[in-house]
């Protein structure tokens, strides 16, 4: 349910076109919270036939001009029912994390280049959370509005800068000497020369 309700927000930051929709979700709201264009473009069909949302009327009529669409009072009313609703955190799912479950039994064959992309990607995505902070969040920013977004970002920051931390973290145990005195790595490789 939470699509229809980032399409609300976003359209009461700014009222949008479909197309306008797609571009803030990749560049922004999709950060936290990805949506494909079918599905924006679905919802948005969704929410004014609910009467949540309308297009404005185009200033002049225009063939294939893009319908921009604006929140109505019922959609606000209910943004502000789903933003002071309760809801309970969901359980953590990552595929990674049951991979190395997995390597603990069958081996870490591949694993340790894995853990290397991931690292880098979580690296750029951090990265390119602080440019953002440094350029959207200057010190003094203290209506309760910035606070709010700047908080969304941090959180970002935060879960990217403990994924670079973990997974720098996971690099090190792999290349830990063994208490036979090998490294997982050179256990591998040992492992494979024998198979040959």
């Known amino acids: 349910m939470s699509l229809p309700h980032a399409i609300l927000t976003a359209l009461l930051e700014k009222p949008s076109s479909g197309l306008e929709l797609t571009r803030r979700f990749d560049r922004s709201i999709g950060y936290f919270w990805s949506a494909t264009h079918q599905q924006i473009y679905r919802d948005l069909g969704r929410l004014e036939r609910d009467g949540l949302i309308r297009a404005l009327p185009a200033a002049t009529a225009t063939r294939g001009q893009k319908k921009q669409y604006e929140v109505l009072p019922e959609g606000r009313a209910e943004l502000s029912r789903w933003t002071a609703a309760g809801q309970d955190p ?82 090190d145990e792999l290349a830990e000497p063994r208490p036979d005195g090998r490294s997982t790595r050179a256990d591998e490789d040992h492992d494979r020369a024998g198979e040959a």
Request: cysteine-free.
């Open 90 to 171: 969901k359980p953590m799912r990552d595929a990674l994390l049951l991979r190395l479950r997995a390597a603990a039994v069958v081996g870490t064959a591949g694993i340790e280049e894995d853990l290397r992309r991931h690292l880098t990607l979580h690296g750029r995505q951090l990265a390119e959370y602080e440019e953002i902070e440094r350029r959207d969040f200057p010190p003094g920013s203290d209506a309760v509005e910035d606070r709010l977004r700047h908080l969304v970002l941090r959180a970002g920051i935060d879960l990217e800068t403990f994924w670079t931390q973990w997974l720098a973290r996971a690099l």
